[in-house]
């Protein structure tokens, strides 16, 4: 009866309950950095525009949502990044490299309308994309691909094009700081923007924060010269 | 099985191709080589006018006599159209050039349980033709055509039947040449049967090996060699337009028409193609070649359109369009696509299709994907590639901090800046004669920028990377 068994189950022609795959589970959100300043931190809010200088740590502040968005195996979209992205740093963050796609369009109209077929495509989970002037229709349509396509757009943008207020769900200015940013959230949908605060970066990124200044150790005691 | 044929004589194909409706006016097709009426309309007929008459009595018969020069390429072409329409319901077809289809019907009698289902279902597969027919059953291919062509239009498979019926044809209506037929009637032979009750061995001591042949493959007793039709393996589509255009936007309008023909042709195929290729011939210069592509292949003919039309968008036209020719020469099998049916909803599209959209607006060269190369040379470490080029993850560690953003080329560091880690010697490379030598810092300008520089040994320095 045995041998039987084995016979069949060798063949693949029965299985046990105990060989199938388990249902994916409803995924955890994985925590964020920006949780306890912002509320939903940055996985909440769909359309995130972020306005910064080149440099000072735009990418870094998102990387690990991006790596977080990237569990289920969908595309990561690059759209007109100023320089060329470094597969290493991403391999490093951990993100699949075999999903990464990065577009150089002609113009900015050509950016907007592959941001929008990556976003309602359903096949990107995030889409990163560098655009000076960007209009309210054309954030409105953005908006309605991410939901379509259940996808996060994140908008890159130098700090001197904040002209106006766009609508956006979480409006960020970074600035540089030595413990790594220091960010001023001007809109955040559904609350009140939390007053400017210092993203510490120096567990993530120990080697990009400023040493600190070397406080005066207590077990040195002063010595006053007798007067 | 006893074999079976099934014969179909289009007598009027080339009449039939041209006038769809009813025309005004007598319409006669002339072959100019025998100056013969060889097809002619009803309404030619109700004046007189026969086939087998001279241009001169046909005119003379009727003044607004509409003649058409006889094309037997246009008949081939039709024939092959018709074949290829008859294909789907059954499967042995020849053709018999210049007018006549001959099928093999004896293996799809089992299929359609019987002949009259058969021969319902073939005629329902005609009959939106609206073309001219004849048609008859037989025991030989001969047999089949000689029934239809002289009127029988007769469906049976009853072989005796068959056989009375072709035994009393007349001479005239075979393809025996017209001088053999009068021979033999000079010798009192007129109809078939006086030939068929002759024994073969009889019948080539008195007459010539042609008539004996002849015979024989009537009867069935000779072989003869059928060559069967098979549907084209690419499909290659012309259209002619109607008007010219000379808006490439309106040009969907009939791309639309082929690229539904196309779908057809695939599904039935179960193939999927890669690229299309257009031609448009245009009124006074050469034929204007477009090709669309999709990376993974595709059938239906509404995925096609979105892709096309985003082509036509940067197409200029110079002269207006009077013909359009799609050409398929590439198609791939289709895979089945795996989706989870518990991830839930899974978009409309999968990752291939987005990218051939992607890059049929922006072009092939706008599009990468990224790869690591086993290199130690920043430059080389990381590169650009053609998008899913590997499926594989790799994974190997990457030695240390790497910034997000590579400068190229490289900027020389004009400013001041503190050095925060370092250095790194990156010394390799003399393998290939791009050889470095340079000591990697990470460093932080006043703006706050983390950048990442390096020395050369001639204490040069480049701003190579920003840590963004």
């Not at chain 2, 021969?119 to 055509?145: E, V």
């Not at chain 2, 990218?355 to 690591?372: D, E, I, K, M, P």
Request: with cysteine; charged share 20%.
């Amino acid at each position: 009866m045995n041998n039987l068994l084995d016979h069949l189950k060798n063949k693949g022609w029965i299985w046990q309950a105990d060989f199938t795959r388990p249902l994916p589970i409803a995924k955890q959100p994985v925590p964020d950095d920006l949780d306890e300043y912002v509320r939903g931190g940055l996985k909440e809010h769909t359309l995130v525009e972020i306005h910064s200088q080149i440099g000072i740590g735009e990418i870094r502040l998102l990387l690990p949502r991006l790596a977080a968005n990237g569990q289920d195996h969908r595309l990561l979209v690059w759209i007109a990044p100023p320089h060329q992205i470094n597969g290493e740093c991403l391999h490093q963050a951990g993100v699949d490299l075999s999903r990464v796609l990065i577009l150089h369009p002609r113009d900015g109209k050509d950016a907007l309308w592959a941001a929008e077929q990556c976003l309602k495509s359903g096949t990107c989970h995030s889409v990163l994309l560098w655009h000076g002037d960007i209009e309210v229709a054309q954030v409105k349509r953005l908006q309605q691909a991410c939901q379509q396509g259940r996808a996060q757009l994140f908008l890159l943008r130098t700090r001197q094009s904040i002209s106006q207020s766009l609508p956006v769900s979480l409006s960020l200015q970074l600035e540089a700081h030595a413990e790594g940013l220091q960010i001023k959230v001007t809109k955040c949908r559904g609350s009140w923007p939390p007053a400017p605060f210092i993203l510490n970066m120096r567990q993530r990124w120990p080697k990009l924060c400023l040493p600190q200044p070397t406080q005066p150790s207590a077990n040195v005691i002063p010595l006053h010269r007798a007067s | 099985m006893t074999p079976l044929w099934l014969y179909l004589d289009f007598p009027s194909l080339q009449l039939d191709t041209l006038y769809q409706e009813q025309a005004s006016n007598p319409v006669i097709i002339l072959n100019k080589e025998h100056n013969q009426v060889i097809q002619l309309n009803t309404l030619a007929y109700h004046h007189g006018i026969r086939v087998g008459m001279g241009l001169g009595s046909a005119a003379a018969l009727h003044r607004d006599l509409q003649v058409i020069e006889y094309r037997q390429e246009l008949e081939a072409t039709k024939l092959a159209e018709i074949a290829q329409w008859l294909y789907f319901v059954t499967s042995d077809i020849a053709f018999w050039s210049p007018n006549g289809l001959l099928l093999r019907i004896q293996h799809m009698l089992s299929m359609y349980g019987g002949l009259p289902s058969y021969w319902q279902a073939l005629n329902d597969r005609l009959s939106p033709l609206k073309l001219n027919i004849g048609y008859a059953c037989g025991t030989s291919p001969l047999g089949a055509r000689l029934l239809a062509r002289s009127g029988h239009n007769l469906i049976s498979q009853d072989p005796e039947l068959l056989r009375e019926k072709v035994s009393l044809c007349a001479l005239e209506q075979t393809d025996l040449p017209q001088s053999m037929c009068e021979k033999l009637a000079r010798v009192g032979i007129r109809r078939l049967k006086e030939l068929m009750n002759v024994p073969p061995g009889e019948l080539a001591k008195r007459f010539d090996s042609q008539l004996v042949t002849y015979i024989g493959k009537l009867q069935g007793t000779f072989h003869h060699p059928v060559d069967f039709y098979h549907p084209p393996a690419v499909f290659n589509q012309y259209l002619e337009l109607m008007y010219e255009i000379d808006s490439s936007t309106i040009l969907l309008q009939p791309i639309k028409r082929l690229l539904s023909d196309l779908e057809r042709f695939l599904r039935l195929r179960d193939k999927l193609a890669t690229v299309l290729e257009f031609r448009f011939s245009q009124r006074d210069s050469d034929a204007l070649s477009l090709t669309v592509s999709s990376a993974q292949g595709e059938y239906q003919a509404q995925q096609w359109q979105s892709l096309v039309s985003l082509k036509l968008e940067n197409l200029e036209l110079d002269q207006p369009v009077y013909g359009i020719q799609l050409a398929v020469t590439h198609m791939i099998a289709k895979e089945a696509q795996v989706n989870d049916l518990f991830a839930g909803k899974q978009g409309q599209m999968n990752h291939r299709q987005l990218l051939s959209l992607l890059q049929a607006r922006l072009g092939t060269n706008a599009v990468f994907g990224l790869q690591l190369r086993d290199d130690f040379r920043p430059e080389y470490s990381s590169s650009y590639c053609r998008p899913f080029e590997r499926l594989e993850k790799q994974n190997w560690p990457v030695p240390t901090l790497r910034p997000s953003l590579l400068l190229a080329p490289h900027r020389p560091l004009n400013e001041k800046v503190s050095l925060l880690q370092g250095p790194e010697r990156i010394q390799t490379g003399w393998w290939d004669h791009q050889a470095i030598d340079r000591d990697y810092f990470i460093a932080r300008n006043i703006q706050g920028q983390w950048l990442w520089v390096y020395r050369t040994r001639d204490n040069q320095w480049y701003i190579q990377g920003l840590f963004s």
